[in-house]
Structures are given as C-alpha cells and as structure tokens.
C-alpha cells in the first residue's frame, strides 16, 4: 500500500519504518526542517533501540522516504496518518492545533478516496472534527473524493517502540466503515500473525480507550507509590509487597514498581487530559485528581530525603545522580522526576554531578546551570559527592562497586529512587540506604 504519515516524531517514525519494513511504500512529512535534514542523512533525532536500522534499511530499499510537503505523495496514497503531537495546554486539556492544522492540510491535498486514520492521542470527538475539517476543505475545492477518518490509538513505549509495535498486545481500530475496517485489517496484517490482536470498535471508543489505558497504568503506580509510603511507616518492604500482590494473576507483576513518580510524553498529559474532558462535561474526577497529586509528591520525595539526611544542609552540599532520562532506554526527559530533582537542589543551593548514558545532552540544554555539572560516566559523577541519587533504571546502575562508593561519597549515603539494590547489601558495605517504601528497623551502620 501506499501510505502518508503525517508527523516524523516517535509515533511517526516508529510506524512508518515498520510498515515499510512489511513491503509498503511509506512517505514521512515533518514541518521541522532540522528533523528531516537528520533523517535524510539516516540519523534518527532522539535515541530509540533499534530504530534507525529499521529506518536505513527502508531508506536504502526505496520503501520509505520523508518530504516537507504533502503534495505529491498524498496522489497515490491508500491511507494517511495524523501521528502529530498533542501536548497539553495551560489548562490541561490536549491542544489539538497540530491535529486541526494536519487535518486542514490533508483537505487541501488529498487526490484520492484516502483513509485517513488519527494515531495521535486525542481526546473523545476530535477524529469527528477531523471529519469535518477535512470535508469542509474538500467542499471548498469541489472534488469528488472521500476522505474517510478512522482512529487507531498508538500504544508503544518509548525505549521498546519497534518491538512493541511488531508485537502489539492490540491493534484499536475505531471505525464503522466497512471497507476503512477491510483496509486496516489487511495493512496491519503481518504484525497480526495469529490474528488475535485486532479489536474493531467505533470511533469514539477507540479514543477513550488510549486514555483508559494510560489512567489505568498511572493509578497503578500512584497506588504502589501511596502504599509505599506507608510501608515505609510500618516497617514493610513494598519490594515484598509488590512480589505477593503481583503473584495473583488478576493484579499481575507488570508496572507495579514504586519509585520517583511517573513521567515521559504520555502518562502525565494524558491523565491532565482525561480529568480535563471530564472537566468540560461537569464530571468531577477524584481519583484522577489523587493520581496526579501523589505523582507530584512522589517526584519531591528524594530531595526530602536527602535534605532529611544531611540535617537540612543542602546548601554546599554536592549529590551525585545517576539517570535523567524519564525511564531507560531512551533520551527522552519530558517530564522527567530528574528533573523536579535537579530544580530542588538547585534551588536548595546544592552542586549536582550527573550522569545519564543518553540523556545528558538534552538536560544540558534545558538546565543551563552551571551548579549542574554533567560527567563522562557513572564513577566520575561520585567523585567529589556527598551523596548518590538514582532516579532512571539503567542496567549499568544495577551493580555498582558499593564499597568504592562508601569510600568515595564523603555523607556515605544511596539514594535508590527505583528500589535496584539490596538495603541490607548497601549498608553492610558501609552506606546508609534510603530507597523507596523500603521500611526497616534501623541497624548500626557498618564501617566503610
Ligand atoms: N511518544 C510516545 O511514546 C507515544 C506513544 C503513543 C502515542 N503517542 C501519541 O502520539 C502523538 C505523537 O507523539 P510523538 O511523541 O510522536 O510526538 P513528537 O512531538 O515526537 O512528534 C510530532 C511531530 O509532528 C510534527 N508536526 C507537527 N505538526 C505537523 C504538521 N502539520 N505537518 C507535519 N508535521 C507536523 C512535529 O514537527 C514533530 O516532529 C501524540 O498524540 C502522543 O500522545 C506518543
Ligand atoms: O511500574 C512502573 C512502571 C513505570 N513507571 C514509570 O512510568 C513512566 C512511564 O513509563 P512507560 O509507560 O514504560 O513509558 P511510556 O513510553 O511513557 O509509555 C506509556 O505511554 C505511551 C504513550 O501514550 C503508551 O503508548 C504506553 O502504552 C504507556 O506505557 C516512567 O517514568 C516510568 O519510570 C513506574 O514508576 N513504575
């Protein structure tokens, strides 16, 4: 098939090199010039696993291209897709100016009868505005063609994008149009080998169902981050916790960590967003409203702590952080809980020495600090620190030489914002081990 992705970011990108990758002919089209001057030299703008091999091999392939205009791919093409970005605006709710603009240039340049499928998250309604902006351009012109808008919500994690787009849990397909439901089935085909994964439903469900999913996951870990904090009180591990709950099949063990709160593109704007439409239909949301004021305080939590451990003395004082991407396995820092932390010390007065394996160069730009100190790999950020504090899981963190980090951090303390290590481990090498939800009696500390 031919198809047209509107939007060369994660979602664009990602599905577009994968639908070439099973033989379709596929043209990017991105507003950003420094985006597209990137990708036509086969570099890939942020840092996503695997990515730009499936991006090379299509480019070299001929099946995937990318351009700044919609003409002239929009003549051949069977189906576009509107995968541009809904960031949430001052209020909250999904600013959907990206969305109305794409839809108005696909009017303007559809050559075609075209399914036009909406793959960015929008809320309730907004592919029945599409609908309608895009018919209105058509009417303007008077030509024949149909446009026919379809919803197919994307559910990928930035970090494991291609694979899980090659191998969806479930492929939402929102449309009561027959042949737009014949196209899609056929178009996702081959990343539905069992076919099992397709669920076709109607337009509006498909939009909520994107939503649903993230509120879903961000209550998960605000109630895990909630109960860790009273674990903590009553002298229980969450860690054990988080082991039974998830052993029964109906809470299962998947996105039950607690830590520094969640962060990234998605969960909080999504939530934002929900509560917001829910706002504009008289519907209040008390348990959205707690989803969001437990990931704020969860986000704080690590300063408390080490403000707590230094007897109130951040000013001066230097702490060494480990992680500042949202989550590994990408650059990304949108939203990131690093970044609440960085602000706090800053603000407290401390020196920070940071290290991130892909991500420091995008805080560098967002932190122009010069208390902000970014270092070359994990051992040179302690060098010099008082304290460490992890905040992003990456598997190079995992097993650290604790008995070089006793020696080294002059307040001989581990701040474990993602529950990686062992409190009895840490302290028996000399460290005082704060992680998150880890209630314990206190122990003696061992000497370093
Ligand atoms: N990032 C994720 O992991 C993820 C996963 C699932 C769903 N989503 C949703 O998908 C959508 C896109 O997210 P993203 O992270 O890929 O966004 P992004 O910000 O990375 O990329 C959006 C791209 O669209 C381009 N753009 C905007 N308006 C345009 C226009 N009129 N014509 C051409 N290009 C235009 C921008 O230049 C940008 O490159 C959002 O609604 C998001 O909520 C994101
Ligand atoms: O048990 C867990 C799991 C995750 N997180 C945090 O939650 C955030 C989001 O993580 P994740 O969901 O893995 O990353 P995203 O790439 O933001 O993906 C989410 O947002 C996407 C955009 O909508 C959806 O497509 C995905 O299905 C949804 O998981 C990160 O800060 C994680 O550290 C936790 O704190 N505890």
Request: proline content about 5%.
């Amino acid at each position: 098939m031919n198809i047209v992705i509107i939007g060369a970011g994660y979602v664009g990108l990602v599905t577009g090199a994968c639908l070439a990758d099973v033989g379709n002919r596929v043209t990017c089209v991105d507003h950003d010039p420094a985006k597209l001057d990137a990708l036509q030299r086969g570099q890939v703008p942020f840092y996503e696993p695997d990515l730009d091999a499936v991006i090379v091999r299509n480019v070299a392939a001929e099946r995937l291209s990318f351009a700044a205009s919609l003409e002239p791919a929009m003549r051949h093409a069977d189906i576009a897709f509107i995968a541009v970005g809904t960031p949430a605006t001052e209020d909250g709710s999904a600013d959907l100016s990206h969305v109305l603009a794409a839809s108005a240039e696909l009017g303007r340049a559809v050559e075609r009868d075209t399914v036009i499928v909406v793959k960015s998250t929008v809320p309730v309604g907004t592919c029945e505005r599409v609908q309608r902006t895009i018919d209105a351009e058509l009417r303007m012109r008077g030509v024949p063609w149909r446009a026919t808008v379809a919803s197919n919500p994307e559910f990928l994690k930035e970090g494991s994008a291609v694979d899980d787009f090659q191998r969806p849990d479930r492929i939402i397909v929102g449309t009561d149009d027959p042949q737009a439901q014949r196209l899609l089935a056929a178009l996702y085909a081959p990343y539905n080998r069992n076919r099992d994964r397709l669920i076709v439903t109607d337009v509006r469900s498909a939009e909520f169902t994107k939503y649903a999913s993230n509120v879903m996951l961000a209550t998960r870990i605000s109630l895990m981050n909630e109960l860790a904090r009273l674990a903590e009180k009553v002298g229980v591990d969450i860690e054990a916790v988080r082991h039974g709950t998830g052993a029964d099949p109906r809470i299962g063990h998947h996105f039950l960590y607690a830590g520094v709160g969640y962060g990234g593109s998605c969960l909080p704007k999504d939530v934002r967003a929900l509560a917001r439409l829910a706002a504009e239909h008289d519907q209040s949301t008390p348990l959205l409203d707690s989803v969001q004021a437990i990931n704020d305080a969860q986000k704080r939590l690590l300063s408390a702590k080490i403000r707590e451990h230094l007897h109130g003395r951040l000013e001066g004082a230097t702490v060494a952080l480990w992680g500042l991407a949202f989550k590994p396995n990408t650059d990304d820092i949108r939203e990131a809980p690093s970044l609440v932390l960085i602000d706090e010390l800053l603000r407290a007065g401390a020196t920070i020495r940071a290290y991130d394996p892909v991500a420091a160069e995008r805080v560098r730009q967002a932190v122009p600090d010069a208390r902000l100190q970014l270092c070359r790999n994990a051992r040179a950020a302690c060098e010099g620190a008082d304290v460490l504090a992890v905040v992003t899981e990456w598997r190079e963190f995992k097993s650290p030489d604790f008995r070089w980090l006793a020696q080294t951090l002059a307040q001989r303390a581990v701040f474990d914002g993602r529950n990686l290590y062992d409190p009895q481990y840490v302290e028996d090498c000399g460290l005082r081990y704060y992680g998150i939800g880890r209630g314990r009696r206190e122990t003696a500390l061992a000497p370093a």
